[in-house]
């Protein structure tokens, strides 16, 4: 088998005669990538103040809603994740910062 991975992440995936994702790592790398991403991207296009704020909430809520599913632990109320209907209310409460941002905010020092 070749996971081309150390030999303790291996070790300390296989659980219960099973490996599982290792969901901690994709999420780190998840938030790395919508770091960079806000920093590269939204900060350069930005015009309002608040604008990379609510990306961040979009962007981890997004990250965090598909490698919670990915997870074997998750709290359950009945059918759903917990922590993905939280996900989905970052998402919304991002969407909507942005949207009010977008209208009613105002410019960024740089682009007056």
């Known amino acids: 088998q070749s996971l081309h991975l150390p030999q303790f992440i291996i070790k300390n995936m296989y659980i219960e005669n099973a490996y ?7 999420e780190s790398v998840g938030n790395v990538i919508v770091f960079l991403v806000i920093i590269l991207l939204v900060r350069h296009f930005a015009k309002k103040n608040g604008t990379q704020f609510f990306s961040y909430f ?7 809603f598909f490698v919670e599913g990915m997870r ?3 709290l359950m109320l009945g059918p759903l994740r917990i922590a993905q ?5 970052f998402i919304a409460v991002g969407i909507g910062g942005m ?5 009613k ?8």
């Open 72 to 74: 074997t632990d998750s």
């Open 20 to 26: 599982h994702h290792p969901t901690f790592l994709y």
């Open 85 to 89: 209907v939280i996900s989905l209310i």
């Open 58 to 64: 979009v962007g981890y809520g997004i990250v965090r």
């Open 105 to 112: 905010g105002t410019l960024r020092p740089d682009f007056s």
């Open 99 to 103: 949207l009010y941002v977008h209208k």
